[in-house]
């Protein structure tokens, strides 16, 4: 279902920047699984360069049953741009939920007119992928725009208008990136990375997907795949509390 998305993304990485491989724990680059209707299997991507510190993509291919494409590319710390989230997940090719946006760090109003008010001509060009949908494990205002595409969607707008707002998504990330001009100064950068850290902390503690995970991987893998890899810089709450 998301193959096309996902070499796309690839296609485009590779076109624009000199990606080296990122690390991926042992035994979290792939899995099979053989619970549920149908065999699923999960795997990972993770590339870095000097723009981007983590660039990472996940794709479950479960057949019939569900096609989930994941991905989070996170600026250098020298670069306070968004992160650009991107999560589409269709379920028996009838339930398809889009979801992509450009992740803002900090949400005063420079901040948001600098980096976020650039995607509004092109959000509006899709107002059919932009629905009053309810968030029910995120807060809306926290690490989410206004102009995020939020949507619940047939198999045949994946294919064509989802397509297209996922490369002019990614377009825009890329320019706005180029034209970004890199942190010098050193509270400026900690700034960023406090930030960054923050943002897994938050999404480690409220990704719904940890009970898919888990569903077909076992709640043992899924968490080492949360706290190692997604959201690599998240303290496990264990952890913390210890």
Not at 86 to 94: H, N, Q, T
Not at 142 to 148: A, D, N, T, V
Not at 207 to 235: K, N, T
């Amino acid at each position: 279902m998301y193959t096309p998305f996902l070499q796309h993304l690839e296609t485009a990485l590779n076109e624009r920047f000199r990606l080296q491989r990122r690390p991926i724990p042992e035994g979290l680059e792939q899995r099979v699984s053989d619970r549920g209707r149908c065999p699923a299997t999960i795997q990972s991507w993770s590339y870095q360069c000097p723009e981007l510190r983590k660039i990472r993509y996940t794709y479950i291919d479960a057949g019939q049953v569900s096609q989930i494409l994941n991905s989070v590319i996170y600026p250098s710390h020298h670069y306070d741009l968004p992160l650009l989230g991107i999560d589409f997940l269709s379920f028996g090719k009838v339930k398809n939920l889009v979801v992509m946006d450009f992740q803002p760090l900090f949400q005063d109003e420079a901040y948001l007119e600098k980096y976020i008010t650039p995607l509004k001509a092109l959000h509006d060009q899709y107002p059919d992928l932009s629905q009053d949908l309810e968030m029910k494990s995120y807060d809306a205002n926290q690490y989410f725009s206004k102009y995020l595409l939020f949507a619940k969607t047939d198999a045949e707008t994946v294919k064509t208008r989802v397509f297209e707002a996922f490369q002019d998504y990614l377009r825009l990330y890329f320019q706005l990136l180029e034209a970004a001009e890199p942190l010098t100064a050193p509270a400026e950068i900690q700034r960023v990375v406090q930030a960054q850290k923050d943002y897994d902390q938050y999404s480690a503690e409220r990704d719904p997907a940890s009970g898919l995970f888990s569903s077909y991987f076992g709640h043992d893998w899924s968490e080492r795949f949360l706290h190692e890899f997604l959201f690599e810089d998240a303290v496990p709450l264990a952890a913390a509390a210890g």
